[in-house]
């Protein structure tokens, strides 16, 4: 029997929706329930754009996780197909995570996804992250609250932490028992189904979100030119072989250009070091990056510039 033929009578598969609203750790509690970075982070909100689907294999079950854009009310067209994309993920899946920054009292944002929610007739779990945060006295409070915001429904709360992992392992339990019986759907060693190009450029992206101020991250894309093998030199030709990436970040104004570049370039080099060092680790070998940035007025508002840049538009589920 091959692994991928799984006909164990109790194995259970499914897709799990993560939702809610921008940076409330959606994409950092993907990574450390895989055990694995597949999913960028930062902590600039709406840093998720791409539907990536992150897998999770247990011996009893095959846990596809499907991270999304937060939720968020959009000023642009991007913005506009992002929260489309969340919204259409939820009638997709076998099981919705609800995820609320549980160390602070929830806000008029959450509240608009559960009423999203309680519309849709998937299962519904939710996730309460940033327990650490909290000091020990306030945390019975704050699950009152939620309990509170939730009362009307049964949904299961989790606290949890997406940097310490505590309640990652009960998560991953509960799913198993929620998702319907079935098959390994992926091979039990993938832990991402992204294209390499789309993952190598989150990767650019990670780091011009963590390295250039507000002014910049939101308008920033990145287009992912080429990607091909440097075969060793004739002279040694013991050494391994380099992946070459050129790729190209779109911004909307010339002054961001600016700041992407930097004096003398530096900017630009420290984002290219940053994101080489974990492309490295992506394509376990050596990596050449060279990065040209390009000024497009408005394209966060161009169908055809978002298409060209793989921002489809979504089926909205009402």
Known sequence: MSSLDSRKEDHRSGFVAMIGRPNVGKSTLINKLVGEKVAITSPVAQTTRNR?????????????????????????L?????????????????????????????????????????RQRVPVMVALNKWDLLKQDMKEKMFDIYINLLSEFSWPLFPCSALSGEGCTELIDSFTEKLPLGPQLYPPEMICDQPEKILLGELIREQVLFETRE???????????????????????????????????????????????????????????????????????????????????????????LAELGYQDQKRVH
């Open 52 to 76: 990536l689907r992150a897998v999770v294999t247990t011996p009893n079950a095959q846990l596809i996780m499907v991270d999304t854009p937060g939720i968020h009310k959009p000023h642009h």
């Open 78 to 118: 991007l913005g506009e197909r992002l929260v489309n994309t969340a919204r259409a993920a939820i009638g997709e899946v076998d099981l919705v995570l609800l995820i609320l920054e549980g160390s602070k009292s929830p806000g008029r944002g959450d509240q608009y996804i559960v009423n999203l929610l309680k």
């Open 215 to 305: 002014e910049v991250p939101h308008s920033v894309a990145v287009l992912i030119d080429r990607v091909e093998e440097m075969p060793p030199s004739s002279r040694d030709k013991s050494a391994q072989v380099k992946t070459a990436v050129l790729a190209t970040i779109f911004v909307e104004r010339k002054s961001q250009k600016g700041i992407l570049i930097g004096k003398g370039g530096a900017m630009l080099k420290k984002i290219g070091q940053g994101a080489r060092l974990n492309m490295q680790k992506l394509i376990e070998g050596p990596v050449y990056l060279e990065l040209f940035v390009k000024v497009v007025p408005d394209w966060r508002s161009k169908p055809a510039r």
